[in-house]
């Protein structure tokens, strides 16, 4: 099969390129580095010619709504479109858990990504997975007061990156779905705790105040609670998985004690 991958080069996308031609299917990377731009379409229904799914993990670093909105209406619209022109039997979006109900900030972009999809002509199916244990890596250090790194007071249900790669792949190897259960990690966890335990792990390297090449002793992580509708839905469990969903096997401390889990 030939399998298209928005974001191919990207935390998840890179996983789903590596399983799909480990299971002898023909992957397809759609990003910049491979020369089609998801958010004008340049080259895109070129790149889709003889391609029958088209698996959506594409991303963008931003915590803006109306940025978010803008980046996944695009790349949506742009894949959906391209799609229907040359025949794409199967579009499956990558969505996250709680966007349905908390379309604040990034997860407005998710939102609108949903509607699209949904309204669209393209036989589709939607994955919506939770935070992926990466996600702490990628805060780590972010926001500092000094010696003191900050993070969004939240609870977590995350999932490796991997495996959601996998389920990613599974679905494309089926008829379309809708909307698929939901797909969640095997804990749940405070941010504050995975960042702890990733920054005591790698030895804080997002800020090493210890010699050249060399890791530091981490410095102290505290939370910051977000204002507003976003910020009650990261504490309140809004963005945990609803019962029923599946469950990933791979713990945050078996993702850290990886080669790949470290920087």
């Excluded at 102290?220 to 977000?226: G, Q, R, W």
Aim: glycine share 12%; proline share 7%.
């Amino acid at each position: 099969m030939r399998i298209a991958v928005a974001g191919g080069t990207g935390t998840v996308g890179r996983h789903i390129v590596e399983i799909a031609r480990s299971r002898d299917h023909e992957a397809v990377v759609l990003s910049r580095s491979e020369g089609v731009d998801l958010t004008n379409g340049a080259e895109l229904a070129s790149a889709l010619a003889g391609v029958e799914v088209v698996i959506d993990a594409a991303s963008t670093a931003t915590q803006s709504a109306d940025e978010s909105r803008a980046f996944f209406g695009a790349v949506t619209t742009n894949l959906l479109t391209a799609g229907e022109a040359t025949g794409v039997a199967h579009h499956i979006a990558l969505s996250i858990v709680g966007s349905d109900l908390a379309p604040f900030g990034y997860y407005a972009g998710k939102a609108e990504q949903e509607r699209l999809v949904r309204a669209g002509r393209v036989p589709w199916t939607i994955l919506r997975a939770t935070q992926f244990h990466e996600f702490a890596a990628q805060i780590l250090g972010q926001v500092k007061l000094g010696p003191v790194g900050l993070v969004p007071k939240m609870v977590s249900q995350p999932v490796a990156a991997r495996e959601v790669a996998e389920r990613l792949v599974d679905l494309a190897e089926r008829d379309p779905a809708g909307l698929a259960a939901d797909l969640a990690g095997p804990e749940v966890l405070r941010m504050r705790d995975m960042v702890r335990a990733y920054a005591a792990a790698t030895g804080d390297r997002a800020n090493p105040p210890g010699r050249p090449g060399r890791p530091g002793r981490p410095g102290p992580t505290l939370e910051l609670p977000l204002p507003g509708g976003f910020g009650k839905a990261l504490r309140d469990g809004t963005i945990l998985p609803a019962p029923g969903a599946d469950r990933g096997t791979q713990t945050f401390a078996e993702w850290i004690a990886e080669p790949h889990g470290r920087p």
